[in-house]
């Protein structure tokens, strides 16, 4: 009944990985007993029968809605739909994750089929439920009173249905709309698998490299390594280039078709829709970023200019730029600015349970709670986070609403950047955990504010580990934290920029691979400009497989949102103190039931103005500083 993502799976940029890493012994992989034991378990089996039951049970209800008394009506449905789509998105959740560590078992792919055929099922009963509350909309005020006797968060279900009610003047007739979901499956669908099935099965051959192997080369300290790992990226990519830019082609092709006869004028507006913000909002932060670019520009060229010093980079330029394979390389050594302790946070190989006390450690320094919540997620097996072929890369964090639990999936090698997406990703979890008493209608949140707690918890691990660092173990800090901000920031308004001109030049017309990377290069200018040299990468839309979802466009702008939001928060976190733990509590578990504009407000903050964007930003323009103060020291 109401809007929200049946996978919640989000793909974080690669993290490091040094191939000597994979002999680490403690590296979990995740323990699913607590919610299925396995796809033939009799527990999965009998939910899977539940579920179809409680599928049938709306259809029931659907099939009678009432011209009077439709109030109690819609009470009956609402509570059996709290009911129904929570389990189905257990269920759904189980199949990806499964997938997502074995992208080729056929059994994973043909149940993951399974549930996206009664995806379309429950779609289906969106349609006929939105369709009832436009035609009984003058009755809804009752719903609410007559909800209160079961639910004491009644009153919150104002704004979910008055989202469902915008929504109705985005939909097709109720036949046209189950046609578009039915061939979706293997149409855009389709298509994005393609395109996950492609990069992770990807290996070099002269090397023996997986992709994603090659991938988290960007973070090796050779520079060899990192040149020779993107050139063998690049070279597998072109490739491919013509399976991949085909999945690219008609994905795009088949949205711009249904948002036309959806009346979206814009694949942007419904992506706004879907985050909850509006488009003055978007502009503001567009244009905060845009100003800031200057700063992202700086910065690389100090890095560049330090590689480049301490022969610390393959590339032999006169440029002040960095090249593309080395935004992600780690700082030499700099003598006299400051020598590396034996405690070194950066220049250290962590194990996993390192890494596991650090977190719970961090976590707690903001309240016991949070503390309390990682050290569960690590000791009930929550984490899978060992690298092995078939498994997708980056990072996501699931969630399984009818146990109350979540899932991680991670790739670690022992970096410290891999401590900073393990607390990243336990953050989500944690924003699940804070959210997951309220009814299930009013768990859902957008992207936007799906990027607040995650990146809120990573900033309480870097932060203080820069306070506990000097000399170049903070420059490694600065620099690894600017390194991720750099590309939440400048990157996803290059993925911004790429992805308006494709849908703008899609309209027009088929595109191909030449067409992607003409794009991509554009975009990289308009956005990193002199920051890089000429050592670019014209194929990153190959890569990002939030370009191939075909659930929102522009998965990319509420990773910038979340970045300056959490560290908004995290400003008022250091003037208020542990007093504000009870304040973050409250705002994580209002996000599904608030728009983004009256969330921020309700937390001193308006979102419609460059200036609260910009002052986010000054944070890192003080970080930015820093750093330059050390290394040229």
Request: hydrophobic share 35%; proline share 3%.
């Amino acid at each position: 009944m109401f809007p929200g993502a049946v996978f919640q799976k989000e793909k974080q940029y690669s993290k490091g990985m040094n191939n000597s890493l994979h002999k680490q012994s403690a590296i979990p992989e995740w323990n699913l007993e607590s919610l299925y034991p396995s796809l033939n378990s009799p527990v999965y089996e009998q939910a899977c029968r539940d579920y179809s039951t409680c599928m049938d049970a709306l259809d029931t209800l659907l099939a009678a809605v009432p011209e009077d008394n439709f109030a109690d009506w819609l009470v009956q449905y609402q509570l059996q739909y709290n009911k129904t789509a929570a389990l189905g998105e257990s269920l759904s959740a189980y199949a990806y994750i499964l997938y997502s560590t074995d992208t080729t078992n056929k059994q994973y792919l043909d149940n993951l089929s399974k549930m996206e055929a009664w995806d379309l099922r429950i779609i289906q009963q969106k349609q006929q439920l939105c369709k009832a509350l436009a035609a009984h909309k003058d009755q809804l005020e009752p719903f609410y009173t007559k909800l209160a006797a079961f639910t004491p968060q009644a009153e919150r279900y104002r704004f979910v249905l008055a989202q469902l009610l915008t929504r109705t003047e985005h939909q097709l007739s109720a036949q046209e709309e189950n046609l578009a979901a039915d061939l979706q499956r293997t149409g855009g669908n389709a298509w994005g698998r393609l395109q996950e099935q492609i990069i992770s099965s990807l290996a070099d051959k002269a090397s023996g490299k997986t992709f994603n192997e090659l991938r988290n080369d960007a973070y090796s300290a050779d520079p060899q390594i990192r040149r020779q790992s993107y050139e063998a990226e690049i070279s597998l990519l072109k490739e491919n280039r013509i399976a991949l830019a085909a999945a690219l082609n008609n994905l795009k092709g088949e949205t711009i078709t249904l948002n036309k006869r959806r009346n979206w004028p814009q694949a942007i507006d419904r992506s706004l829709y879907a985050s909850r913000m509006s488009s003055r909002s978007l502009q503001a932060l567009l244009q905060a970023v845009r100003d800031s670019l200057p700063l992202w520009r700086q910065y690389l060229k100090t890095k560049a200019a330090v590689l480049k010093q301490h022969g610390a980079t393959a590339q032999k330029t006169s440029s002040a730029g960095i090249a593309f394979y080395d935004l992600f390389a780690p700082l030499p050594d700099i003598q006299p600015a400051g020598k590396t302790t034996k405690d070194s946070l950066t220049n250290k190989i962590w194990q996993f349970d390192e890494a596991r006390h650090y977190i719970i450690q961090e976590y707690a320094s903001f309240s016991q709670e949070m503390g309390d919540f990682a050290s569960r997620a690590f000791s009930s097996g929550w984490i899978d986070a060992r690298i092995r072929p078939g498994k997708v890369g980056g990072a996501y964090c699931q969630d399984f609403p009818v146990q109350q639990e979540s899932r991680i999936l991670s790739n670690f090698t022992g970096t410290f950047s891999d401590i900073i997406t393990l607390a990243h990703e336990l953050g989500h979890a944690y924003h699940h955990f804070c959210i997951k008493d309220m009814d299930y209608a009013l768990r859902s949140y957008p992207m936007t504010l799906a990027e607040t707690a995650s990146t809120f918890a990573e900033t309480i691990v870097k932060q203080d580990a820069m306070r506990r660092s000097s000399g170049m173990d903070k420059a490694r800090l600065l620099e690894l934290d600017l390194q991720d901000v750099c590309q939440v920031l400048v990157d996803i308004l290059c993925r911004f920029t790429f992805e308006q001109r494709v849908f703008d030049e899609r309209k027009k017309g088929e595109l191909t691979a030449d067409d992607f990377c003409r794009f991509m290069l554009e975009a990289q200018e308009q956005t990193y400009g002199d920051g890089l040299n000429d050592v670019r990468h014209e194929y990153m839309w190959a890569v990002k497989s939030h370009y191939y979802s075909t659930s929102l466009d522009f998965y990319n702008f509420p990773y910038a949102f979340g970045q300056l939001f959490a560290a908004g928060l995290y400003a008022r976190y250091q003037q208020e103190g542990s007093s504000f733990a009870r304040t973050y509590t409250a705002l994580l578990t209002d996000t599904g039931s608030m728009s983004c504009e009256d969330l921020c407000r309700k937390a001193g903050f308006d979102i419609t103005t460059p200036d609260f964007w910009q002052s986010g930003i000054e944070l890192y323009a003080k970080e930015a500083e820093e750093l330059s103060q050390i290394v040229t020291a």
